[in-house]
């Protein structure tokens, strides 16, 4: 390689030699070739990141294993939901609404308890509940007084059902109107109620329901 002054300096060593010469003078190495490039050394990868990479995909992995098929299911068995338009009295629009309302119900429930939204078994359950809640509507208390002092030796099924405290405080005051053939009783979350089997099998739907489950099939009436 040639300076500006004339000298050829060497690429190798930097020594400065003659314009027309073609070897250096001190490392002999040629003037006119370009020395070969000095590898650069591979940097090995960190055994601690690869061990890493590997922990982290297979805590992936188990995790998809473990909860995807979980968020998988419940995503499919809410898949199909049907709506039913309800016509409650005002009170007992309140109570539904009351009792269906809290963020951890499934069901999905109008302002003013006009439809509810939920999967078959769901929608169902409820609509034998409004069935029970509204059987005897219209009649006089009169009536109502003789009825149920007649009906009371067909309850013979007695259940206590656990719950939050605020649903059983809410499922207890829209069953213990006059007009509904049944007895309530309550202690804090706990709720015993004396009915037909038939009606308690869909007090248990209702139950269901509010612990976030789907409800069991319950024995139709003839």
């Known amino acids: 390689m040639s300076d500006k002054g004339g000298s050829c300096t060497c690429l190798t060593c930097g020594c400065r030699n003659r314009p027309e010469a073609r070897f250096c003078a001190e490392c002999g190495q040629s003037l006119t070739s370009i020395p070969p490039a000095v590898p650069v050394p591979k940097k090995k990868p960190s055994s601690g ?51 269906l309302r809290p963020g951890d119900i499934l069901v999905l429930i109008g302002k003013h308890a006009d439809f509810i939204e939920g999967t078959h078994a769901e929608v169902r359950a409820l609509e034998q509940f409004v069935e029970l809640l509204t059987r005897l509507e219209g009649l006089s208390p009169r009536d109502l007084r003789g009825l149920r002092s007649r009906l009371q030796h067909e309850w013979t099924s007695k259940q206590t059902y656990k719950l939050r405290r605020s649903k059983a405080k809410a499922l207890q005051r829209i069953l213990r109107m006059d007009d509904v053939p049944l007895a309530v009783e309550r ?21 269901e329901i509010l612990r976030g489950k789907q409800p069991q099939p319950s024995v139709p009436r003839w």
């Open 49 to 99: 990141g690869c061990c890493n990479l590997i922990l982290l995909s297979m805590a992936g992995a188990a995790a998809f294993m473990w909860f995807g098929p979980v968020c998988r299911s419940n995503s499919t068995a809410r898949r199909s939901t049907i709506s039913l338009a309800l016509d409650l009295p005002r009170e007992k629009a309140e109570g539904l609404y009351d009792l």
């Open 187 to 207: 202690h804090g979350s706990r709720l015993v109620v004396w009915a037909t089997p038939e009606d308690q099998a869909i007090i248990s739907g209702v139950a």
